[in-house]
């Protein structure tokens, strides 16, 4: 008999962003005609950079000759012309030292923060934020991490950390004993953006309590703030307590490519059952090369064309596009009456719902009347209700017509 994983079965409905289009669809079935603007999953719009194209078109033609021709990658898949480049830009441009072995290529940092907890005892006990990134909960939940959730579709095995307005939804560290906590700046839904005194005092706090922090920096390229810290490694000792996660999606537009990496510090231990420190990076390089074979060739190259000083101007601007709209979105909502957060760092604007509304109620209120598609705060968490999260990645028009349909409805 193949006995299911019955940890599965504990996962709440479906996935958030499956729920939606599963909505959106029915509402086009009723409703053809209706010209849908889609604010909701935060998937890019733009053409791919030309130097990225460039890039790829490069590296095909190489790959069909037979001096250029490859066939798998190197042992941890990552080719060092991509790896240099990160090193180079997104690490000691901002004064921070690391090493190719603790640079892991991969092909999303969805996988990847959903992945890393592979690595972690079955005991670890875990925080997230509340709202948070449902893939941090749901993989800790297959894993059997969690126990079962309760009415508010909370795990007992999990310590959530409430974001609200009250901490600028960017919670300090707990009061209470946790292993591995996630944290994610900018932040994925709220907006929010972690202070260089707010991360240091996570670091104290993991230093400290012997804890491992995962740092979901996949939308670092939207701080528009240079004193902002962009990587956690820019905090001294981060190196000890944190494993890193960027992303070329969000900040090149990737999401269909495919790239992204994890740093996983070598002076980053772990403790075995007898008390023995593990390296963690060892670890997490032993599941990487026993369960995945590489990005393309073809996207590495395309990745490392982002750093090239075309490649920066071009993605620099198409940032800044996503940036005006999330400023346009924000403005124009605030001006309508929307209490709205976020939209400064980051590509999201979290805003309460007007009028009480529930989260899914306004999605579908704001679907039905003004054909756009946000996505319900509740969808990230509990604390999310009584909030709704509207996704600056699209075009202009498309944003100022949403914010105008939106401001009409309500
Ligand atoms: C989101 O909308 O939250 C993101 O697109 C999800 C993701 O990057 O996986």
Redesign the pocket.
Known sequence: MARINDHYQKLQAGYL?PEIGRRVRAFQERNPDARVIRL????VTLPLAPAVVDAMKGAADEMGTPEGFRGYGPELGAEAFLVDGILEHDFRSRGVELSSDEIFVSDG??QDSGNIQEIFGQDCRVAVTDPV?P?YVDTNVMAGRTGTADQQGRYGGILYLRADESNGFVPGPPEEPVDLAYLCSPN??TGAVATREGLAAWVAWALEHDAVLIFDA?YDAFIQDPALPRSIYEIDGADRCAIEMRSF??RAGF?GVRCAYTVVPKALTGAAANGERVSLNALWLRRHSTKFNGVPYVVQRAAAAVFSPEGRKQTGEQVAHYMANARLIREGLGAAGFTCFGGEHAPYVWARTPEGLSSWDCFDRILADAHVVT?PGSGFGSAGEGYFRI?AFNSRENAEEAVARIRKAF
Do not use: C, L, R
């Open positions: 962003f909701g999953i935060g998937d940092s969805k990134y893939v994925n839904p996949a999606s969000k999401t996505t996704s």
